[in-house]
Protein backbone atom coordinates (compact mmCIF):
# COMPACT_ATOMS: atom_id res chain seq x y z
CA UNK A 1 0.00 0.00 0.00
CA UNK A 2 1.94 3.41 -1.31
CA UNK A 3 2.23 5.94 1.59
CA UNK A 4 0.40 9.23 1.74
CA UNK A 5 1.73 11.99 0.57
CA UNK A 6 2.84 14.46 3.36
CA UNK A 7 2.46 17.70 1.79
CA UNK A 8 0.09 20.24 -0.62
CA UNK A 9 0.95 20.21 -4.26
CA UNK A 10 -0.08 24.23 -4.20
CA UNK A 11 2.77 24.49 -1.17
CA UNK A 12 4.97 22.71 -3.59
CA UNK A 13 3.81 24.69 -6.66
CA UNK A 14 4.31 28.26 -4.70
CA UNK A 15 7.94 27.56 -3.58
CA UNK A 16 8.42 26.34 -7.54
CA UNK A 17 7.02 29.21 -8.84
CA UNK A 18 9.48 31.35 -6.86
CA UNK A 19 12.72 29.48 -8.06
CA UNK A 20 11.33 29.59 -11.77
CA UNK A 21 11.11 33.35 -11.49
CA UNK A 22 14.25 34.12 -10.24
CA UNK A 23 15.98 31.59 -12.47
CA UNK A 24 13.82 30.65 -15.22
CA UNK A 25 13.28 26.87 -16.81
CA UNK A 26 16.64 26.37 -18.28
CA UNK A 27 18.94 27.80 -15.06
CA UNK A 28 17.22 26.27 -11.98
CA UNK A 29 17.98 23.35 -11.28
CA UNK A 30 16.72 20.26 -9.26
CA UNK A 31 19.24 21.04 -6.21
CA UNK A 32 18.03 24.83 -6.40
CA UNK A 33 13.94 23.15 -6.08
CA UNK A 34 14.56 20.42 -3.53
CA UNK A 35 15.89 23.48 -1.45
CA UNK A 36 13.06 25.11 -1.92
CA UNK A 37 10.07 22.94 -1.31
CA UNK A 38 11.40 20.66 1.01
CA UNK A 39 10.94 17.75 -1.34
CA UNK A 40 13.89 15.30 -2.73
CA UNK A 41 14.43 14.72 -6.25
CA UNK A 42 12.04 11.52 -6.46
CA UNK A 43 9.50 13.06 -4.24
CA UNK A 44 9.53 15.92 -7.25
CA UNK A 45 9.58 13.45 -10.08
CA UNK A 46 6.87 10.88 -8.63
CA UNK A 47 4.53 14.04 -8.13
CA UNK A 48 5.13 16.59 -10.94
CA UNK A 49 6.66 13.87 -13.48
CA UNK A 50 9.99 16.65 -13.41
CA UNK A 51 11.45 20.15 -14.11
CA UNK A 52 9.96 20.89 -16.91
CA UNK A 53 6.02 19.02 -15.99
CA UNK A 54 6.74 21.60 -12.35
CA UNK A 55 7.38 24.92 -14.18
CA UNK A 56 4.39 24.26 -16.69
CA UNK A 57 2.58 23.52 -13.71
CA UNK A 58 3.36 26.93 -11.75
CA UNK A 59 3.05 28.36 -15.34
CA UNK A 60 -0.72 27.91 -15.47
CA UNK A 61 -1.46 28.54 -12.15
CA UNK A 62 1.07 32.04 -12.59
CA UNK A 63 -0.91 33.03 -15.66
CA UNK A 64 -4.88 32.30 -14.12
CA UNK A 65 -3.54 34.65 -11.44
CA UNK A 66 -1.95 37.31 -13.77
CA UNK A 67 -5.26 37.55 -16.03
CA UNK A 68 -7.29 37.80 -12.91
CA UNK A 69 -5.39 40.60 -11.52
CA UNK A 70 -5.60 42.32 -15.16
CA UNK A 71 -9.07 41.73 -15.18
CA UNK A 72 -9.87 43.33 -11.12
CA UNK A 73 -7.84 46.53 -12.03
CA UNK A 74 -9.60 47.14 -15.22
CA UNK A 75 -13.32 45.98 -14.23
CA UNK A 76 -13.47 48.64 -11.78
CA UNK A 77 -17.22 50.94 -12.86
CA UNK A 78 -16.04 54.37 -11.19
CA UNK A 79 -13.84 55.47 -14.38
CA UNK A 80 -13.89 55.20 -18.41
CA UNK A 81 -12.73 52.08 -19.62
CA UNK A 82 -9.70 54.22 -21.55
CA UNK A 83 -8.92 55.96 -17.79
CA UNK A 84 -9.23 52.60 -16.02
CA UNK A 85 -5.84 51.42 -19.11
CA UNK A 86 -4.32 54.42 -18.21
CA UNK A 87 -4.24 54.01 -14.73
CA UNK A 88 -3.32 50.75 -15.11
CA UNK A 89 -0.66 51.29 -17.33
CA UNK A 90 0.96 53.43 -14.61
CA UNK A 91 0.40 51.40 -11.45
CA UNK A 92 2.76 48.77 -13.94
CA UNK A 93 4.98 51.37 -14.50
CA UNK A 94 5.64 51.92 -10.55
CA UNK A 95 5.81 48.05 -9.90
CA UNK A 96 7.80 46.70 -12.73
CA UNK A 97 10.61 49.51 -11.67
CA UNK A 98 10.48 47.95 -8.23
CA UNK A 99 14.02 45.88 -7.45
CA UNK A 100 12.18 43.25 -5.91
CA UNK A 101 9.87 42.67 -8.42
CA UNK A 102 9.75 39.11 -9.52
CA UNK A 103 9.23 38.39 -12.90
CA UNK A 104 5.96 36.80 -14.20
CA UNK A 105 6.78 33.42 -15.55
CA UNK A 106 4.47 33.85 -18.60
CA UNK A 107 7.17 36.28 -19.24
CA UNK A 108 9.79 33.76 -18.19
CA UNK A 109 7.87 31.14 -20.98
CA UNK A 110 8.02 34.11 -23.63
CA UNK A 111 12.39 34.38 -23.47
CA UNK A 112 13.14 30.87 -22.99
CA UNK A 113 9.98 29.38 -25.76
CA UNK A 114 11.56 28.30 -29.17
CA UNK A 115 9.16 29.49 -30.68
CA UNK A 116 8.44 26.07 -32.23
CA UNK A 117 5.01 23.72 -31.19
CA UNK A 118 6.10 22.32 -28.18
CA UNK A 119 4.70 22.30 -24.67
CA UNK A 120 6.49 26.10 -23.47
CA UNK A 121 5.38 27.94 -26.38
CA UNK A 122 1.97 26.66 -26.23
CA UNK A 123 1.77 27.55 -22.75
CA UNK A 124 3.27 31.13 -23.66
CA UNK A 125 1.01 31.66 -26.03
CA UNK A 126 -2.07 30.74 -23.99
CA UNK A 127 -0.82 33.42 -21.22
CA UNK A 128 -0.87 36.11 -23.95
CA UNK A 129 -4.40 35.26 -24.99
CA UNK A 130 -5.52 35.17 -21.56
CA UNK A 131 -3.35 38.58 -20.98
CA UNK A 132 -5.16 40.12 -24.28
CA UNK A 133 -9.00 38.69 -23.18
CA UNK A 134 -8.61 41.64 -20.32
CA UNK A 135 -7.57 44.22 -22.27
CA UNK A 136 -9.83 43.12 -24.95
CA UNK A 137 -13.00 43.39 -22.76
CA UNK A 138 -11.82 46.59 -21.37
CA UNK A 139 -11.35 48.14 -24.85
CA UNK A 140 -14.56 46.58 -26.42
CA UNK A 141 -16.36 48.82 -23.49
CA UNK A 142 -14.15 51.83 -24.54
CA UNK A 143 -15.72 50.65 -28.25
CA UNK A 144 -19.05 50.89 -26.95
CA UNK A 145 -18.81 53.99 -24.74
CA UNK A 146 -17.53 55.53 -28.30
CA UNK A 147 -14.47 56.24 -26.38
CA UNK A 148 -13.18 54.33 -29.81
CA UNK A 149 -14.34 54.31 -33.16
CA UNK A 150 -16.32 51.44 -34.26
CA UNK A 151 -13.67 50.55 -36.70
CA UNK A 152 -10.77 49.90 -33.98
CA UNK A 153 -8.92 46.58 -34.01
CA UNK A 154 -9.76 45.73 -30.42
CA UNK A 155 -8.25 42.18 -30.50
CA UNK A 156 -4.80 44.02 -32.05
CA UNK A 157 -4.93 46.69 -29.24
CA UNK A 158 -5.57 43.85 -26.41
CA UNK A 159 -1.85 42.50 -27.78
CA UNK A 160 -0.64 45.71 -27.82
CA UNK A 161 -0.67 45.86 -24.49
CA UNK A 162 0.38 43.00 -23.37
CA UNK A 163 3.26 43.34 -25.54
CA UNK A 164 3.73 46.77 -23.85
CA UNK A 165 3.20 45.34 -20.50
CA UNK A 166 5.96 42.56 -21.23
CA UNK A 167 8.52 44.81 -22.27
CA UNK A 168 8.17 47.31 -19.36
CA UNK A 169 8.80 43.74 -17.28
CA UNK A 170 12.15 43.40 -18.86
CA UNK A 171 13.22 47.00 -18.74
CA UNK A 172 12.37 47.34 -15.65
CA UNK A 173 14.22 43.39 -14.45
CA UNK A 174 17.26 45.17 -16.69
CA UNK A 175 16.98 48.55 -14.42
CA UNK A 176 15.48 50.84 -16.33
CA UNK A 177 13.66 53.75 -13.77
CA UNK A 178 10.11 54.28 -13.13
CA UNK A 179 10.53 57.51 -15.08
CA UNK A 180 11.36 55.97 -18.33
CA UNK A 181 8.63 53.19 -17.41
CA UNK A 182 6.12 55.80 -16.84
CA UNK A 183 7.26 57.89 -19.68
CA UNK A 184 6.45 54.50 -21.92
CA UNK A 185 3.10 53.86 -20.54
CA UNK A 186 1.95 57.11 -21.31
CA UNK A 187 3.25 57.12 -25.01
CA UNK A 188 1.30 53.49 -25.22
CA UNK A 189 -1.46 55.13 -24.45
CA UNK A 190 -1.44 58.38 -26.70
CA UNK A 191 -1.85 55.12 -29.60
CA UNK A 192 -5.50 55.56 -28.39
CA UNK A 193 -5.60 58.97 -28.78
CA UNK A 194 -4.24 60.03 -31.47
CA UNK A 195 -6.17 59.84 -35.36
CA UNK A 196 -7.73 56.33 -36.00
CA UNK A 197 -9.37 55.68 -39.44
CA UNK A 198 -12.25 54.21 -39.30
CA UNK A 199 -12.06 50.79 -41.25
CA UNK A 200 -15.54 51.03 -42.55
CA UNK A 201 -15.92 54.49 -43.80
CA UNK A 202 -12.37 55.72 -44.04
CA UNK A 203 -13.23 58.53 -42.39
CA UNK A 204 -10.13 59.95 -39.46
CA UNK A 205 -11.38 60.19 -36.13
CA UNK A 206 -9.83 62.27 -33.58
CA UNK A 207 -10.09 61.86 -29.81
CA UNK A 208 -9.24 63.72 -26.76
CA UNK A 209 -5.35 63.84 -25.51
CA UNK A 210 -3.93 62.49 -22.61
CA UNK A 211 -3.33 64.61 -19.85
CA UNK A 212 0.54 63.78 -18.71
Same mark, same amino acid.
Given at each position: ?????????????????????????????? /??????????????????????????????????????????????????????????????????????????????????????????????????????????????????????????????????????????????????????????????????????? /???????????????
Amino acid at each position: MPRPRKFLESDVVSSASEVFAVHGLAAATL /DDLVRATGLGKQSLYNAFGGKRELFLRALSEDREEAARAVSEALGHDDASPLERIRGHMLVMAIEFSSSDRRVSLTTRALVESTGEDDQLSTAAKAGIEQLAGAYAECLEHARENGDLPAGANVQSLAVYFVAITRGMELLGRAGVGRGVLTAVALDALRVLHGQWM /DETDGRPHTLPPVDP
